[in-house]
């Protein structure tokens, strides 16, 4: 199966639809959350995902459109954001987001989680020492992570007591051949990027070939931007995204 990972879209439709067209025909979705947010376009967002059947789960700024964690605990531009987001929503895309969990199993091999396995919506799983402690949280081979909008992961040795921590370059490939070194797979954040690239991040995993590849395309930023004055939004989140940071 080849299968399409993304996370953090937060309402930006010009990065999403880059995305598809990049990634080409896939046979699974499977997005870690924050699908809005942000960005000006939510319930065409949520559309996109309800249409292609995605394996989903919440973020912190889903449930904060949705009025289900506290605004304060969020900057005033992104509690502007998210304001506005919720209230655009469709009774259905409101529906569907409802019944995300933050994180979520795939199978034997695959876990997912918005943050992080200890703290799913909040939890920027970012330096060594927090995946070390992570790692003991999960079984699977692999947990795929979202919430820090930096393409990147870590690896854990046979032994499990070395864990490496990698920033990802675009075509960078994971071999997963060997099933007893575990790794946690972060694609970067489609929609607002905070690695330094402003292009839309994603990864593709080939469960055949066992492995997962690292990818960016640049998308129409100034359209988003543009969709984001018309809406009103707090002109810091328009200017960022120029800058992926």
Aim: aromatic fraction near 8%.
């Amino acid at each position: 199966m080849r299968i399409l990972i993304i996370s953090d879209i937060h309402s930006n439709l010009a990065a999403i639809e880059a995305v598809f067209i990049a990634a080409g025909s896939y046979d699974a979705l499977w997005c870690l959350g924050d699908t809005i947010g942000y960005g000006p376009r939510p319930n065409e967002c949520i559309t996109l995902m309800r249409d292609r059947e995605a394996v989903a789960i919440t973020g912190n700024h889903d449930l904060a459109c949705l009025g289900k964690i506290d605004l304060h605990d969020f900057n005033p531009d992104a509690r502007q954001a998210n304001i506005w987001n919720g209230e655009q929503l469709s009774p259905e895309n409101r529906a569907w987001l409802e019944e995300l969990k933050p994180n979520r199993d795939i199978d034997g091999r695959f876990t997912m989680a918005h943050g992080s396995p200890r703290q799913p919506i909040w939890e920027y799983l970012l330096m060594h020492d927090q995946a070390m402690a992570n790692f003991e949280l999960f079984n699977q081979q692999v947990c795929l992570i979202g919430h820090s909008h930096v393409q990147m992961g870590f690896r854990l040795n046979h032994a499990g007591e070395r864990c490496e921590r990698f920033l990802a370059d675009n075509g960078q490939t994971i071999d997963l051949t060997d099933r007893h070194v575990r790794y946690f797979i972060n694609p970067g954040s489609v929609g607002q990027p905070r690695d330094k690239d402003p292009r839309a991040a994603y990864a593709i995993l080939d469960t055949a070939a066992a492995t997962i590849r690292y990818h960016r395309i640049a998308y129409d930023i100034t359209r988003t931007q543009r969709e984001m004055t018309e809406a009103g939004l707090p002109v810091a989140l328009i200017r960022r995204l120029e800058y992926g940071i």
